[in-house]
Nanobody
Framework: EVELVQSGGGLVQAGGSLKLTCAGS????????IGWFRQAPGKEREGVLC????????EFADSVKGRFTISRDNAKTTTYLTMINLQIEDTGVYYC?????????????WGQGTQVTVSS
């Protein structure tokens, strides 16, 4: 059974930091790109960052440039989203997802989502 299990998230003040974790199982993790997406209240889901199977990084959202980083540990079949200097507009439900190889392929597996709330 394919699973992406997310952890991390929570409530943080503006300017604070959080680290989200996405642990994959049931598929050949190192062959997949892992993307992070988010959905703010009342808005459509948007892509944030992605790391491909060859460790290429795609920044989907300009707003996170210089503040969010993505990394992966294939030995642990885990991907991380490290977020610093969080802003109120970063609030939302964050999802990780897996796509075969490239960050531009279809994301067939999704994590359960985790809430990130940034307060003033």
């Amino acid at each position: 059974e394919v699973e992406l299990v997310q952890s991390g998230g929570g409530l943080v003040q503006a300017g604070g930091s959080l680290k989200l974790t996405c642990a994959g199982s049931g598929f050949t993790f190192h062959d997949y790109a892992i993307g992070w997406f988010r959905q703010a209240p009342g808005k459509e889901r948007e892509g944030v960052l992605c790391i491909s199977n060859s460790d290429g990084i795609i920044e989907f959202a300009d707003s996170v440039k210089g503040r969010f980083t993505i990394s992966r540990d294939n030995a642990k079949t885990t991907t991380y989203l490290t977020m610093i200097n969080l802003q109120i507009e970063d609030t939302g439900v964050y999802y990780c997802a897996a796509a075969p190889g490239s960050c531009y392929e279809a994301y067939g597996f999704w994590g359960q989502g985790t809430q990130v709330t940034v307060s003033s």
